[in-house]
């Protein structure tokens, strides 16, 4: 069947079609399936291993040291990592690296035609995707907005919309075609419904910064710079208000009275006036559990009376048996299913993840907790893989050794981190942990050189595509692993394929 499979494609090697459904699998595959996204990169070295060379062999060597560099990097990091298995895996994940550059730079250059399918598969598949995560935010009782999407990363797939609604908005802008801009509004209202934060503060930039600069300065309208900077004052300014006032209802203590060492919530401080021994018996009476119950919940393993505690002063209620009675059902159920947080049960995604990112800094500056905590656990990792780092700042400590170094460095440190097996969650980070200055160096080059060598600055849909490449990379290690790679290696490439005339 294999061989039938080569046969096959190497007969119709000429046809165009085949290409088109090897790049529409990819965009399929990179929303929805991993499996498809393997595929597609299966087809694309069969492809590439039957074709004719000639449009690859026509590109200089520097281009093509360039293209390569970074995958040959992942290969001699090997070296000096020891080349155990966790060094094998991310190999095998890296190696889109050197197929899709191989098959989209050796591709003929595309018809207008062929353009308008790949931006219709991708918004299509965006629009289905974003429909079932919608129906299941929709329908689940409290729901997990990092999983209401299953078939992808919540924040892959925030990266994704990012990257449509600002394609969507570049081509209105230059075709003049607003009706198109109702997708890119979609995929931004879904995106602060089930506040993705990462998605939604990427967006903010390129929409209302990258994208405005690039086109006043390309066209020198005063008009349009005057209405671009009043537009992104009011849209600052609201923003500004929102967050004030959340700020000020969440930090801001209702009875006025300041207590600078204990935690506040919700204008509450959560150990004032707190009776224990009451809210213990309110667990056994209410929630019909024992007073030290454990509640296992998304966010963790929690007592009962904790979370109720937590809860109570969320709405203000006595901490004792007068404050059980004053909740409804609801709430009780809340309280049953680990909700520490009466605001964390309502619709209002944004307004829940601040006010859980409160909290987490809350608890960090008063308590030290780190578990938990997204953006904390972030900063502790931040440190720690700084710390090794700096001994290992040369060619750093090679290929798939990052996550065992950066666990042994949790442990040296006494981090509560220190059981998971977390990355650095910053791909400048991860460049340099894996591989040092050196390292780093090599990748500036594989990312940048191209841009420069075929003058893809003056796109400005790469452009845009980079800028949010680049933005991701500060708080998310991206390219360290098979789905971001893919996105990355798909449009970068395929953008240097277009610039080849």
Request: charged share 20%.
């Amino acid at each position: 069947m294999f061989l039938v499979l080569l046969a096959i494609m190497k007969h119709k090697l000429d046809s165009s079609y085949l290409d088109i459904a090897i790049i529409c699998l990819s965009i399929v595959g990179m929303i929805f399936s991993h499996a498809l996204m393997s595929f597609a990169m299966v087809f694309m070295a069969i492809r590439f291993v039957f074709a004719d060379k000639f449009r690859i062999k026509s590109y200089s060597k520097d281009v093509l040291i360039a293209v390569f560099s970074f995958f040959a990097l992942i290969c001699l990091g090997m070296i000096w990592s020891g080349g155990g298995s966790e060094a094998w895996k991310q190999l095998e994940k890296s190696l889109p690296f050197l197929i899709v550059p191989l098959y989209l730079m050796n591709l003929p250059l595309q018809e207008r035609k062929n353009l308008k399918i790949y931006a219709w598969a991708y918004i299509f598949s965006l629009l289905v995707a974003t429909g079932i995560g919608m129906f299941n935010f929709l329908v689940t009782e409290n729901p997990d907005v990092r999983t209401i999407m299953p078939f992808c990363s919540h924040i892959r797939f925030a990266l994704h919309l990012t990257l449509a609604s600002s394609f969507i908005v570049v081509y209105c802008i230059q075709n003049k075609k607003s009706l198109f801009l109702l997708f890119a509004l979609w995929f931004e209202a879904y995106m602060i419904l089930t506040s993705a934060l990462t998605g939604v503060v990427i967006s903010f930039v390129v929409l209302f910064f990258i994208i405005p600069t690039y086109f006043l300065f390309k066209k020198k309208n005063k008009t349009a710079f005057a209405i671009f900077i009043s537009v992104f004052s009011l849209f600052v300014f609201a923003i500004i208000s929102c967050l004030s006032y959340y700020y000020k209802d969440y930090f801001v203590p209702k009875n006025g009275e300041v207590k600078e060492n204990m935690i506040i919530e919700n204008g509450n401080y959560i150990f004032d006036k707190l009776d224990y021994a009451q809210m213990q018996e309110g667990v056994e009476k209410y929630l019909k559990e024992d007073r030290n119950a454990v509640c296992k919940s998304k966010e963790g393993e929690f007592l009962y009376v904790d979370i109720a505690i937590r809860y109570l002063n969320s709405k203000g209620y006595e901490k004792n048996l007068k404050g059980w009675e004053k909740l409804s059902e609801k709430d009780l159920e809340n309280i049953k299913k680990g909700i520490p947080n009466y605001v964390y049960a309502e619709k209002i995604p944004l307004k829940s993840r601040l006010y859980s990112t409160f909290y987490e800094i809350e608890a960090y500056e008063k308590e030290n907790k780190v578990k938990g905590s997204s953006l904390i656990q972030k900063i502790e990792l931040w440190e720690n893989s700084f710390e090794v780092i700096k001994n290992n700042l040369l060619i750093g400590v090679g290929t798939g050794n990052a996550p065992r170094e950066l666990k042994k460095q949790l442990e040296i440190n006494n981090s509560e981190l220190a059981d998971t097996n977390m990355r650095t969650h910053n791909q400048y980070f991860s460049v340099v942990f894996s591989y040092g200055i050196i390292g780093l160096l090599i990748w500036f080059a594989f990312l940048f050189y191209p841009m420069f060598r075929f003058s893809l600055n003056k796109n400005p849909y790469y452009i845009i595509f980079l800028a949010i490449m680049l933005i991701s990379f500060f708080s998310e290690d991206t390219l360290d692993n098979q789905a971001g790679i893919m996105m990355y290696c798909c449009w970068n490439f395929f953008f240097v394929n277009q610039s080849k005339k």
